[in-house]
């Protein structure tokens, strides 16, 4: 276990993808969110390899924040290792360690700070909107919702052992995540979150088409349209 967590850990480092890849969707749904939090990454890298500890104080914001009871009970993923970060034993690599660990920071306080972000103004539409925040079934349902939009979908039966899981698949959550984010308008558990969810994915899917639709007018034929290829929806 030990050995292929230190080896995703090792891959998953030394870039700052997750403003791309696990914040994709918010760049669409809750951009001024994403605004906010995806340039910040690139001065947590800096900050965090000249030995400034980042993630301690991302952590105490989220926890100081008066929704953070909210959070728990709504099982928010906050304060949790990251599925692209399984381990820290990297770190302990001389010089290479720091990189690995400015890198792990950007990462996790990235997707992390933008569920706090995201979730404190879902609860702020819900409360506007009439919706009961006592209650345990619209605040999990919001909690899920916020989380499959930024990378970290449930597991269900397979989650008491989705660290296992982890390893022998590169991203299992990430992809249930997609999954989630796709079937969510019919199965959120709730009508506030079954609107919320309709909605994003109509953002989600016109702003990816928006992008694909100027790279293919850009250099035609870089796209491919087939839904039945491997590269469906890649650029080349």
Wanted: without cysteine.
């Amino acid at each position: 276990t030990e050995v292929a967590s230190n080896a995703k850990a090792i891959n998953a480092s030394m870039d700052n993808s997750a403003i791309f890849r696990q914040g994709w969707k918010t760049l669409w749904t809750d951009p001024k969110v994403w605004l906010k939090n995806a340039p910040e990454t690139f001065r947590t890298l800096v900050r965090e390899f000249g030995g400034k500890n980042v993630q301690r104080e991302v952590t105490a914001d989220i926890i100081s924040r008066p929704t953070y009871d909210l959070m728990k009970r709504a099982k928010l993923a906050v304060g949790n290792l990251e599925e692209a970060f399984p381990t820290t034993l990297p770190e302990k690599i001389p010089l290479l360690g720091r990189a690995y660990k400015a890198t792990e920071s950007a990462y996790t306080t990235f997707v992390q700070k933008t569920r706090a972000d995201v979730f404190d103004k879902y609860i702020e539409i819900a409360k506007k909107s009439g919706v009961d925040i006592a209650d345990t079934n619209e605040l999990e349902a919001i909690g899920r919702l916020v989380n499959s939009l930024t990378g970290r979908g449930n597991l269900g039966k397979l989650e008491p052992v989705g660290n296992v899981v982890n390893n022998v698949f590169f991203s299992p959550r990430f992809v249930k995540a997609n999954i989630d984010t796709m079937i969510q308008p019919l199965t959120a558990g709730t009508s506030f979150a079954r609107k919320k969810a309709a909605t994003n994915l109509v953002k989600i899917i016109s702003g990816t088409a928006g992008v694909l639709a100027t790279a293919n007018a850009l250099q035609p034929g870089s796209v491919e349209w087939d839904p039945r290829s491997s590269d469906f929806g890649k650029i080349r």
